[in-house]
């Protein structure tokens, strides 16, 4: 069995954030998806040992910076490959906070979308929390970066906690 089939699906790269305290946290995922429009459902795949995931059950709510092709590894890097119980992720980084309190990343962004969960589905190592829009903006007309453009260009890894690690 090949597993690099799995790299051919099509997935976009975001930061999902969340608060609680006024704490903030971040953290880089491809696993977003858009669920139904009517309410617009959006489904987020988060590990459970990720301080993000903790923010999320806590406030009830979530953002997505929608990453833009602008994002360098060592920006994506500080969102995926640092743990926000050691470091601020958010310290000289553009932020803004939504109506639910939650915090945004602006730098490297193109749009960002902010939801309230109103259901939560338990994936073994994951959960996969559903949001319903709250509110949401297009904050410029930059590319959107791709999973795939992630890999090819700026020549990224995946984590072993994201969904779509792959072990070769």
């Not at 459902?41 to 995931?53: A, D, M, R």
């Not at 929608?66 to 500080?78: H, Q, S, V, Y």
């Amino acid at each position: 069995m090949n597993l690099n089939a799995l790299r051919n699906m099509s997935y976009g790269m975001y930061i999902v954030s969340s608060g609680k305290d006024g704490l903030g946290n971040g953290q880089i995922a491809n696993t977003v998806f858009q669920i139904t429009s009517d309410p617009t459902v959006i489904g987020v795949s988060i590990n459970k040992q990720n301080l993000t995931h903790e923010f999320i059950e806590k406030s009830k709510g979530f953002s997505l910076s929608i990453l833009n092709t602008d994002a360098d590894f060592k920006f994506i890097g500080n969102f995926g490959f640092k743990s926000g119980r050691d470091i601020d992720k958010f310290q000289n980084i553009n932020v803004k906070h939504t109506s639910l309190d939650i915090p945004v990343v602006l730098d490297n962004t193109c749009a960002w979308i902010e939801c309230k969960v109103i259901n939560s589905v338990d994936c073994g190592t994951h959960t996969l929390f559903l949001g319903e829009l709250t509110d949401c903006d297009v904050l410029n007309e930059s590319e959107p970066m791709t999973y795939s453009y992630y890999h090819k260009v700026v020549k990224g890894k995946s984590p072993k906690t994201a969904p779509t690690f792959i072990n070769n």
